[in-house]
C-alpha cells in the first residue's frame, strides 16, 4: 500500500507562513504527480496546488502569488510554502498523489490531513 503522510499545519495570525510537508512512502514505483487541497467547514475540497514529476506546476487563483508548491522526488516528497496567510486560508489541508505501485496499479491516494488556521 501506499500512505501520504502530512506535516507542518498549525496556528498562524494574518500574514504570517506556514511550510507544509508530505511524505510518500510504501509500494511506489513512480508518482505522476503530487497536489494540495483543502477543505473548510461547511466547504467542498478544493484544489490549492499541484505538481508534476516534470515540475509544472498550477494553483488556485486564490493563492496565486503566496502559495510555492514543491517536490523532491527522489524523496517522494511535496512541499508547499504558504506565504501571506489570510483567516480564509483556514482549512484541513490534504495531500494526494497520483501513484504507480510496484505492482501496477495506478491510483490516487490521500493523507490524513493538516489543519491550519489563520487568526489573530
Known amino acids: 500500500q501506499v500512505q501520504l503522510v502530512e506535516s507542518g499545519g498549525g496556528l498562524v495570525q494574518p500574514g504570517g507562513s506556514l511550510r507544509l510537508s508530505c511524505a510518500a512512502s510504501?509500494?511506489?514505483?513512480?508518482?505522476?504527480?503530487m497536489g494540495w487541497y483543502r477543505q473548510a467547514p461547511g466547504k467542498q475540497r478544493e484544489l490549492v496546488a499541484r505538481?508534476?514529476?516534470?515540475?509544472?506546476?498550477n494553483y488556485a487563483d486564490s493563492v496565486k502569488g503566496r502559495y510555492t508548491i514543491s517536490a523532491d522526488n527522489a524523496k517522494n516528497m511535496v512541499y508547499l510554502q504558504m506565504n501571506s496567510l489570510k483567516p480564509e486560508d483556514t482549512a484541513d489541508y490534504y495531500c494526494?498523489?497520483?501513484?504507480?505501485?510496484?505492482?501496477?496499479?495506478?491510483?490516487?491516494?490521500w493523507g490524513q490531513g493538516t489543519q491550519v488556521t489563520v487568526s489573530s
Open positions: 494526494n498523489a497520483a501513484v504507480r505501485t510496484v505492482v501496477g496499479v495506478r491510483s490516487v491516494y
Open positions: 510504501g509500494r511506489i514505483r513512480s508518482i505522476y504527480d
Open positions: 505538481i508534476t514529476r516534470g515540475g509544472s506546476t
